[in-house]
């Protein structure tokens, strides 16, 4: 993709003026991160990391991203109702990764006592790189969908007028109107009101599971903010919290500090450093109660990275999705090459072909957050390693995604401005909301762009790798 911003990013001392603005609007529009230094408190804050311009986007693959998000939001429904392919999918899995296990075994303790939860809500982002294909042409690829605590919905909604600003403050009035409104706080809101509707308890309130050290506050405030505009009140609880004040009655409706709760919203439990033995109890008793979870503990299990490998065998959109031969074209064209690594003849092939070429391939456990996948020499390392053992389960394979670089400048606090070659990520907000067996709503709700330097192969914003930006398209 060439930029268009090429030749404004050869001057240096223009490039720092601009910068100056942009960090200032960033600021007042509340594009704002906690410190690293002081991550439970608002008293200082900072700008969150952000390129200078909005980044080159083809239109096509922007509208089919789009596109395919309702696909997205019902093939995880549908994998979340069907306990025979969660337990067959991650049945290797458990047995070779604990907190995988540890979430499969609340799962089957509540489907065993019987789910009292009726209404379900999916407020999810499904992730995507462009492949470079060989004939120049992008593709655009999935990495990841992410159904639990997906972020950055509430930052992305405040950032294009950052973008619009730099444009105008250049005179580039036509290019600064070319930058994507983006809501997606709005439409989360949305979903987490209509399940709370459907609840139906007038006084019910939302608890929204929170880290003590939450650097992205701000990020879950807007989602805060557009719910109390519809007079819907959130009570931000940690897991201990729930652990010593949390009850359920004998209908299994959920309190806390004596007050029902319609939804709960997860904002942690997402990685294994988050659950202590009493945590993991307070996520059981939230699973038990026939409060709308976001996610229930299948719809989390459903954005694990094996759930998603299984997902591009053949045959599987197809049993998942009868009827439905469009939506899993749609969906199968955005998949990536994805492979086992089960013990046998199938995961011994993948593994030969990552050892023979290892930059076409990532290496990824379990895990969500970023900061986990192996790439280049560590893969080969690690799967010299795992070759042999059982453990290698608990990991998949990945086809690398090499998009084409750009040219950008990213935004840091305390760093100097400077112009370096990037790629980016495009997500996706989803949003559905699920009545026993009546899906009453299924959205997307806007999209998060992500822009990180070519020498990061992982990480997102929150590990302080990507920045946030957003889509130009052309
Ligand atoms: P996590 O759940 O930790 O976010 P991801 O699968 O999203 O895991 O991977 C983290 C990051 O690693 C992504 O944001 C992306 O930058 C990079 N990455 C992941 N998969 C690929 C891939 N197949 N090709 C290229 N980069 C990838
Ligand atoms: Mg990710």
Same mark, same amino acid.
């Given at each position: 993709m060439a930029t268009s911003w090429g030749s404004l990013l050869q001057d240096e001392q223009l $490039? %720092? %003026? /601009?910068?100056?603005?942009? +960090?200032?609007?960033? $600021?007042? %529009?509340?594009? $704002? $991160?906690?410190?690293?230094?002081?991550p439970s408190s608002s008293d200082v804050v900072s700008y969150a990391p952000f390129t200078l311009f909005p980044s080159l986007v083809p239109s096509a693959l922007l509208e089919q991203a789009y596109a395919v998000q309702m696909d997205f939001n019902l093939l995880v429904d549908a994998v979340s109702q069907n306990s025979a392919f969660l337990e067959q999918t991650l049945s290797s899995t458990i047995k070779m990764d604990n907190f995988t296990a540890h979430l499969f075994d609340i799962y089957k303790q509540v489907l065993g006592e019987g789910i009292a939860q009726t209404v379900f809500l999916g407020l999810n982002r499904s992730d995507y790189m462009f492949q470079r294909s060989a004939d120049g042409s992008p593709a655009l690829k999935q990495i990841e969908i992410n159904t639990i605590s997906a972020s950055f919905g509430g930052l992305a909604s405040r950032t294009p007028a950052v973008h619009q600003h730099v444009l105008n403050v250049l005179n580039k009035t036509k290019e600064a109107a070319k930058v994507l409104s983006n809501n997606p706080s709005k439409g989360l809101a949305l979903g987490i009101a209509k399940a709370w509707e459907l609840y139906g308890s007038a006084n019910a309130q939302v608890l929204l599971i929170a880290q003590e050290k939450e650097r992205n506050i701000f990020d879950q405030r807007a989602i805060e903010n557009e719910l109390l505009a519809k007079k819907i009140h959130v009570i931000r609880r940690r897991f201990e919290d729930v652990s010593e004040k949390g009850s359920l009655d004998q209908d299994r409706r959920l309190f806390m500090d004596g007050q029902e709760i319609a939804v709960v919203y997860f904002r942690d439990g997402y990685m294994p450093t988050q659950y202590s033995t009493q945590n993991w109890k307070a996520r059981l008793l939230l699973e038990r109660s026939c409060a709308v979870k976001c996610p229930d503990i299948a719809t989390q299990l459903t954005g694990t990275k094996k759930v998603q490998q299984e997902l591009s065998r053949a045959g599987v959109l197809e049993m998942l999705l009868p009827g439905q031969p469009e939506a899993v074209a749609r969906l199968r064209a955005t998949f990536a090459g994805l492979y086992s690594l089960d013990m046998g003849e199938e995961g011994d092939q993948a593994i030969n072909e990552a050892l023979a070429a290892p930059n076409r391939f990532v290496l990824k456990p379990q895990r969500e957050g970023g900061g986990n996948n192996l790439y280049g020499e560590e893969m080969v390392q690690a799967l010299e390693q795992l070759k042999d053992r059982e453990e290698r389960a608990s990991y998949i394979l990945m086809e690398k995604i090499e998009p084409e670089p750009f040219a950008n400048c990213l935004l840091r606090?305390?760093?100097?401005?400077?112009?370096?070659?990037? !790629?980016? #990520? /495009?997500? !996706?907000? =989803?949003?559905? +909301?699920?009545?026993? *067996?009546?899906? +009453?709503?299924? *959205?997307? +709700? =806007?999209?998060? /762009?992500?822009? *990180?330097? !070519? #020498?990061h192969a992982d990480g997102g914003v929150a590990a302080g790798v990507a920045v946030l930006d957003n889509p130009y398209p052309v």
């Open positions: $490039l %720092e %003026e /601009l910068a100056r603005q942009a +960090v200032d609007r960033a $600021l007042a %529009e509340g594009v $704002l $991160l906690r410190t690293t230094q002081e606090p305390g760093s100097p401005v400077r112009v370096v070659q990037c !790629i980016s #990520e /495009l997500g !996706i907000f =989803g949003v559905y +909301v699920r009545q026993g *067996k009546t899906l +009453v709503m299924n *959205k997307h +709700v =806007g999209h998060l /762009l992500r822009t *990180k330097a !070519i #020498e």
